[in-house]
Structures are given as structure tokens and as C-alpha cells.
């Protein structure tokens, strides 16, 4: 199964929003706050129900009051289904709808499409965060256990609540540490009748003597009938072995005489040998007499002598005349593209030394670049244009201003002497009214001395026509040389840019003016070269046809060995020429020459089959395998002694190839018979004091006491008894129930284990090879071979087993549940190169599940294709 879209009516900060997936792999990306966990949250709550409100925190009830709840459209098995749920009681209103079949289904089908996975394995297993990868130093090997019987039995629900109540009905017959328990009070009794039972007995130290005695005589007497059993078994078996050692001395002997003989020396293959060679006799001398009466013919016919090789030869010769026609057309298509390349050689060549630089063609301009190119070549026409008016006009401002530079220093400024009058007049003012009587006669006198002062200097005009014209012209040279200083930095600019262009195509040796006539150079060459490597290409082939007919030509003709291929085609079209001749010749020489390609090719078929029967056999000779058929034979006359020896001595076989010596063999045999002896004397005298002692613990019980005291004991001993079947029936029935529920599912634990190695050795790089179950733990073998508990790794590497494991669980259980892997941000605990280490290993597994992965890590795309990737925040 697999998601195909989801639609958002209103969850959390998301609304009126749709998310579009693949069956591979998928990655939403996005910050922290753009709606990760909440799209985590809303495919669990889609597919599984809404959380109640007692948990509001994880309902994700829309923030801007919008309708509550989306819709999921998912494929399973071939068809598709809407599933939509919106806010309502017991986990929300659900539609179902069949897409492919256009069908609305019950709401209740659900469940059974999902089945077996429910709300719990979807979290614990397909929606992969953070927080629950920590759960790895916890977790058990029950823990995966009832995970896969929960998927792999159907209807294991019903058998798990019959498992637990008569694991409850068990706990209250019996608890090691409990007090309450029918069995465990029956216990306590026990023990406290056995203490009285003690208490009466404790003033018969005699009887306690005994019985003491008796116990130990007893355990003795049983460990002495064990150990007289066994060596009993020993001495005869030694016994046994001595019987056999000539036999087996003789069978030594046979098996350091046989030699390993290989296979394909029987009596059947001597047959098939002996009736190749007759059949080869027989055919090669038909050859020979055919062939004398064939050359007897040929004189008369006076055929070719290649004619003749011909006749040796046809089955390999045949097959190349048919072909003939075609190979001559092939030869003259070789020459014609041969021609062709050269004259597309040589013109490639020549543009080559025309432009290339160093070997290296420039690079064609793109429609874009041709536009810029001409657009900066207009530019740079127009402002060397106008740099040269204005250059023109610099020039011609520079001429005007020297010629009315010397004609300025022989002018003289009438206007500046009448300054000059206007200063004198004014300071004779000033320092006339310093003579004055009276205070305000001296001050008027000053002001207006200083008034005439300022009106001779600053309001008598003292420039002239001609200084004025100066003045003008420079304001004008140089704002013309600015404006050239200006057009010069555009020129640069354009010219810079020119360059690039230039350098970037590898014209930069170039003018810009020889670029058009370059760029059409290296089209023609482009396509030059396109046509040289498609030649080439037809040439290669043809030659290859070419080279393989002449080949088997020269194979089956040696003589044409040495000739050109021309006169090899002239030769076999004579050949042919005089094959068709002979075709329509009655006679003896047609009859003759068919008869002799009949024998010949029962010859080379004969003589084939030797040869392919002595290679399989890694042979030379006929004599060779004669020798080895010989010993083939001896060989079996052997074996068969040898194994009726081996079968004679049976199981004592083995064991007689243990022993050095006969001598040891009778020392050994001789010390199991002097034990039997001595532990059959130990063994009457314990059974001697055994009769004695029972007699006297028979007369020394016959107290009352202990008497009613032993029959309490042994009726509260009954009634345990019948309360610990009870038990045992309570117990083996649970465990009957895990273990067959275990059958059902216990043979995809190994496979998800060793899966889980293999990803978890490509997450850490190959550091961490093999991940192991215990019965209380996991742990895992380094690259050197030592073992490490989860709880001696390190958080992220831990994190990584769980990742593994998890993977591992959902690809293994692809076929029987095909539910998609969910990781949100599950993996900000890995380092960079273990993170693109999980990024890769979720690439590789999309083929078998779908994976949606959401993280805020922008470098997930970042060298690894991905079939979706979409960013949360668009």
C-alpha cells in the first residue's frame, strides 16, 4: 500500500492544503514550525482515528476554525480508495470510497484494508521520530516478538487474551514470591508439617543415622549400577574390537593400496571408445579410396587446384559463397567510407588550424550570446563614433584657445586703471575726513571713503570681451574632455564584456570583427565532426563483417592466406563460377565429389567425437585412457573388498581407527574387565548394608506419631500435587499458545535481523557488521569482532540500530504489510555523513516501501534523487 495524495481540510496551522506523493521515495522539507509532526500526526489520525479529547495536544484541531479533518487517497493492491474523516464521535466521521470501481464502501472496511497493522505498530514501527529512536535502550526481544505476532497470525488478538488469562489463572494457583497463592499456602504448610515431623524425629538420633545412611547408600548404590552398566558396555565393545582387528589390519591394507580413480573409466566408456575408433577406421578409409578415385577424375576433368582444397572443405566453404554477394558490396561500401572520412578529416583538419587554439576548438555562441554579442559590437560602434566627434571638437577648441592666448597678454584693461582711480579716491576720502572737527563729520567722511573704496573695486566691472571669449572656451574644453573621459569608461566596459564573452568561448585570439566568420567555421566543424564519428561508425561495422568473412576464409582455405582481399573475392567467385559448372555436369566427377564431402564430413563428425571424448576426460591418447580403464578396474576390485571389510567390522569401524596397537588395544580391554569386576564387588557390598539398614529403620518407625504425622505429610503432598497440574495445565497451554503464534511469525525474525545488519552496517559505514537478539537484550559486533550492548553506544549510534531495525521490520514485512515509512526530523541525532548515509539507504528501500520523509535539513537534495520534493513553505 501506498499514499497517493493527501488533502487538508483543517489540521493544526495547515488548511485547504494538498500534498501530492509517489510510491518511492518522498521528501517534505521544511523549518521548524512549518508543519512537520503535524503532517506526521495527520496521516496516523486519517488512516486510525482522531485522538479523544482528553489529549488535545495531539488532536491538531485547526488554529483558524476551519472543518476538521482532510482525506487520504492510498492504493492497495491495484486499487485505489478515498478515505475521509472529519470531526465526530469515536475518532471521527469516515467515508471509504472505491476509486477504481467508483463504489462507496462500509466505513468499517477500513480497519480490514489496514489490517493487521492498528494505531499502535503504526507508531511504534511506520512513523519513525526522534523521541521514539531512544526507545532503542529499552527495548527487548519480546518486544519485536509480539510485534510480528501481531502481523504475522491473523486473528492473534483472541489467542494473545486466552495466553494472558491463563497466565493469570497460573499467578494465582502460584507465584515464586507470592504469599496468597493456593500453592504457595500449600507450600508454607508443608514446610511447616515437615518441621514437626523433624521436631518428632529429632530424639532418634539413631533413626536420623540411618536414614541418613540409607540415602547416601542408596545414591551410591544407583551411581555404582550406572558406572557397572557403562563399563560393562565399554569391556565388551573392547572385547568386539579385538575380535575384528585382523580383519581390520587387512582392511589398512587395502586402503593404503587404492589410488583415487576419476570418473568416465567404466566398461561402457571403453565400449564407446573402442566403437569410435572402428567407426573412424572405417570412414577414413571409404575417404581414402573415394578421394584416389576423385583425383583419378580430376586429371580427367583438369579442375583447379583450389577447386580441389574446395572439395575438403565444403561444409565450411559453402556458407561463405552464400555470402559473397553481400561481402562485395560491403568491401566496396568499406572503400567508399574510407574515401569519405579522409575528405571530412581533411576539411575538419582545416578549420582546425584556422582557429583552434592549442588543440582545443572554440565553443559555438547560444542564440542568447549571439544577441549580446552584436547588441555590445553596436554599442562600441556608436561610442567610438562619438568619441571621435568629440575628439574633433577637442582638437578645434585646443586650436581656438592658442591662437587667442598670445593676443591676451598684449592687451591692456582700461577698466582695471579706473579701479585703481576709484581705490585712491576713496582712501583720500577716508583719511581727509580723519581731519575733521566733529566726530560725525570723521564718521560720515569714513563711511563714504569706504563706499567709494568698495564701488571702484567690486562694482567697476574689470574683465574684458576677450577674457570673457576665454573663459568660455575653457568651459567648453572641459566639459569635452569630460565627456570623453566618460566615453572612454563605456568603451572599456563594453570591450571587458567583449573580452569575456570571448575568452569564455575561447575566441579571445581573435578580433571581434572575425567572430561571425568564426562561429560559421565552427558549426561546419561541429557538424564535421558528427558526420566523421557516424562514418567511423559504419566503417567499424563494416569492417568487422569484412574481417570475419576473410577470417573464416582464410580458416578453411590457408592458401588464400596472403592474397588481397580483391583477388580472395575474384578467387571465391572462380570457385563459385566453376561449383555451378560442376552442379549441371552429369557424371562421375559430381557424383564422386559429393560422396567424398558425405565421407569427409563422417570422418571429421568421428574423429570430433574422440577428440570431445578424451577432452572430457583430460586425455591425449586412446592409450592413455586404456591405462587409466585398467586401473579404473583394479581399482573396483578393491573398493568392493574394502567396503565388504568396512561392513563386516560395522560400527566398529571408527572406533578401530582410533587405536595405535593391538598391544594397546588388549591393555585397554584388560583394564575394562578388571573395573566391571571391581564394581560388581562394590555393588553387592552396598546392597548387602542397604537390606541391613531398611530392617532397622522398619523397627524404629513404628511409632504412632510419625506414623500420622508421614500421612498428613502425604496427603497435603497429594493435594499439592493436584493443584501444581492444575498449574503446569494453565502454563503449557500459554506457552503452547506463544509458541504456535511464534510458528506462525518467528521464521521473519532472523530475516528482519539480518536485514537490519545489513542497513545498520551501511548507516555507520561498515563500523558496526551484525546485530544480535539475546533473550533480555541486543547488542552488536564491531568491525573487529567485539560486541557491544545498546547501552554502550552512543546516543546517535544508538538511534541508528532502532532506525535499522525499523527499516529492516517494514521491508521484510513489505509483502504480507506494504504500509509507508513516515520519518519526521528522526535523524537530527546523526552526523553529516551518517545522515546522507540514511538518506541513501531510504533511497534504496522506496523500491520495496514508500518513504516520506520530513525534515528541515536542506541538504537531503543535495545529490540525492528523489521522486517528490516538495518545501513546506511555498
Request: charged letters at 20%; proline letters at 3%; a neutral charge.
Amino acid at each position: 500500500m501506498y499514499l497517493k495524495r493527501l488533502t487538508i481540510y483543517g489540521f493544526g496551522k495547515f488548511h485547504d492544503r494538498t500534498f501530492s506523493l509517489t510510491a518511492g521515495f518522498n521528501v517534505m522539507l521544511g523549518p521548524n514550525e512549518a508543519g512537520k509532526s503535524t503532517l506526521t500526526q495527520f496521516i496516523s489520525a486519517i488512516l486510525f482515528g482522531f485522538p479523544t479529547k482528553k489529549h488535545p495536544e495531539l488532536r491538531y484541531e485547526p488554529l483558524d476554525g476551519s472543518r476538521f479533518g482532510g482525506e487520504v487517497v492510498m492504493t492497495l493492491t491495484g486499487t485505489d480508495y478515498l478515505v475521509s474523516r472529519v470531526d465526530g464521535p469515536r475518532g471521527g466521521k469516515v467515508t471509504l470510497h472505491n476509486c477504481t470501481l467508483d463504489l462507496d464502501l462500509p466505513a468499517a472496511n477500513l480497519p480490514r484494508l489496514l489490517a493487521p497493522v492498528d494505531s499502535q505498530l503504526f507508531k511504534n514501527v511506520y512513523a519513525i521520530t526522534e523521541p521514539q529512536l531512544s526507545t532503542v535502550f529499552s527495548a527487548s526481544k519480546q518486544e519485536l516478538i509480539d510485534r510480528l505476532r501481531h502481523v504475522g497470525a491473523v486473528g492473534s488478538d483472541f489467542w494473545l487474551q486466552q495466553a494472558q488469562r491463563l497466565d493469570r489463572s497460573a499467578e494465582s494457583l502460584y507465584k515464586p514470591q507470592g504469599r496468597k497463592p493456593q500453592l504457595n499456602q500449600l507450600l508454607q504448610a508443608h514446610q511447616e508439617l515437615t518441621a514437626k515431623l523433624a521436631k518428632a524425629n529429632a530424639t532418634y538420633e539413631t533413626y536420623w543415622g540411618l536414614l541418613k545412611e540409607q540415602t547416601e547408600q542408596r545414591h551410591q548404590q544407583a551411581h555404582l549400577r550406572q558406572q557397572l552398566k557403562v563399563q560393562r558396555q565399554i569391556a565388551s565393545q573392547y572385547d568386539q574390537q579385538l575380535a575384528m582387528w585382523p580383519i581390520f589390519q587387512q582392511w589398512q591394507k587395502l586402503d593404503a593400496a587404492m589410488a583415487p580413480v576419476p570418473d568416465g573409466f567404466q566398461e561402457r566408456d571403453a565400449a564407446t571408445l573402442e566403437r569410435l575408433e572402428n567407426q573412424v577406421k572405417a570412414t577414413t578409409a571409404a575417404r581414402q579410396e573415394t578421394q584416389t578415385q576423385l583425383a583419378q577424375l580430376q586429371e580427367q576433368a583438369q579442375l583447379p587446384p583450389l577447386f580441389q582444397q574446395y572439395l575438403l572443405v565444403t561444409a565450411q566453404v559453402d556458407p561463405l559463397l552464400k555470402q559473397l554477394p553481400d561481402i562485395t558490396i560491403a568491401e566496396r561500401e568499406r572503400r567508399r567510407l574510407q574515401q569519405d572520412r579522409q575528405d571530412l578529416q581533411q576539411r575538419a583538419t582545416t578549420l582546425e588550424q584556422q582557429y583552434a587554439v592549442q588543440g582545443q576548438m572554440p565553443r559555438a555562441f547560444s542564440l542568447a550570446t549571439t544577441q549580446r554579442v552584436q547588441q555590445l559590437t553596436a554599442k562600441l560602434t556608436l561610442a567610438t563614433q562619438k568619441r571621435r566627434r568629440l575628439q574633433q571638437s577637442l582638437n578645434q577648441l585646443n586650436e581656438q584657445y592658442r591662437q587667442q592666448q598670445p593676443g591676451r597678454q598684449r592687451q591692456s584693461n582700461p577698466l582695471a586703471d579706473k579701479q585703481i582711480g576709484w581705490l585712491a579716491a576713496g582712501l583720500v576720502v577716508l583719511v581727509g575726513s580723519m581731519l575733521l572737527p566733529a566726530t560725525i563729520f570723521k564718521l560720515a567722511g569714513a563711511l563714504l571713503g569706504v563706499a567709494v573704496g568698495y564701488y571702484g573695486v567690486f562694482i567697476v566691472d574689470s574683465s574684458t570681451p576677450a577674457s570673457r571669449q576665454q573663459q568660455t572656451l575653457e568651459d567648453d574644453i572641459r566639459d569635452v574632455q569630460a565627456q570623453l573621459r566618460e566615453g572612454s569608461r563605456t568603451m572599456d566596459q563594453l570591450t571587458s564584456e567583449l573580452d569575456d564573452i570571448g575568452d569564455a568561448h575561447g575566441l579571445g585570439n581573435l578580433p571581434v570583427e572575425q567572430w561571425s566568420a568564426a562561429q560559421k567555421a565552427i558549426v561546419e566543424w561541429d557538424r564535421l565532426t558528427q558526420r566523421i564519428e557516424a562514418t567511423t561508425a559504419q566503417l567499424t561495422t563494416v569492417d568487422q563483417q569484412v574481417e570475419t568473412f576473410r577470417a573464416a576464409v582464410q580458416a578453411a582455405l590457408p592458401t588464400l592466406a596472403e592474397v588481397d582481399f580483391s583477388e580472395v573475392l575474384a578467387q571465391l567467385q572462380a570457385l563459385q563460377t566453376t561449383q555451378q559448372k560442376l552442379q549441371h555436369q552429369e557424371g562421375d566427377v559430381a557424383a564422386t565429389a559429393t560422396r567424398l564431402k558425405r565421407e569427409q564430413t563422417a570422418v571429421d563428425q568421428a574423429q570430433r567425437a574422440i577428440t570431445t571424448f578424451l577432452q572430457t576426460r583430460n586425455l591425449r591418447s586412446a592409450t592413455a585412457f586404456y591405462q587409466r580403464y585398467q586401473q579404473a578396474r583394479e581399482h573396483e576390485n578393491l573398493t568392493a573388498q574394502r567396503a565388504a571389510l568396512a561392513q563386516q567390522m560395522g560400527s566398529q569401524l571408527p572406533k578401530l581407527q582410533q587405536v595405535t596397537t593391538h598391544a594397546d588395544l588388549m591393555s585397554r580391554a584388560t583394564a575394562a574387565t578388571n573395573q566391571v569386576v571391581a564394581l560388581q564387588h562394590q555393588l553387592d557390598t552396598v546392597t548387602a548394608r542397604l537390606a541391613t539398614v531398611a530392617g532397622q529403620l522398619e523397627h524404629l518407625t513404628a511409632s504412632g506419631t510419625q506414623a500420622t504425622l508421614r500421612q498428613r505429610l502425604a496427603n497435603l503432598e497429594a493435594q499439592m500435587q493436584a493443584v501444581t497440574q492444575q498449574w503446569l495445565v494453565d502454563r503449557l497451554v500459554s506457552q503452547w499458545i506463544a509458541a504456535t503464534l511464534a510458528a506462525a511469525s518467528g521464521d521473519r525474525l532472523p530475516q528482519i535481523v539480518k536485514t537490519a545488519s545489513q542497513f545498520y552496517g551501511k548507516l555507520t559505514e561498515n563500523r558496526y557488521t551484525e546485530i544480535e537478539l539475546t533473550s533480555t537484550d541486543l547488542r552488536v559486533r564491531r568491525q573487529d569482532g567485539d560486541w557491544r550492548l545498546v547501552s554502550q553506544l552512543s546516543r546517535g549510534t544508538a538511534e541508528q540500530l532502532d532506525f535499522a531495525i525499523k527499516l529492516a521490520f517494514a521491508v521484510v514485512m513489505a509483502q504480507q504489510v506494504a504500509m509507508p515509512v513516515v520519518i519526521d526530523d528522526g535523524l537530527v541525532n546523526f552526523d553529516a555523513q551518517r545522515r546522507q548515509a540514511a538518506y541513501r539507504l531510504l533511497a534504496d528501500i522506496s523500491c520495496h516501501v514508500q518513504v516520506i520523509l520530513l525534515t528541515a535539513d536542506a541538504q537531503v537534495a543535495a545529490g540525492l534523487p528523489t521522486e517528490n520534493l516538495m518545501n513546506l513553505t511555498d
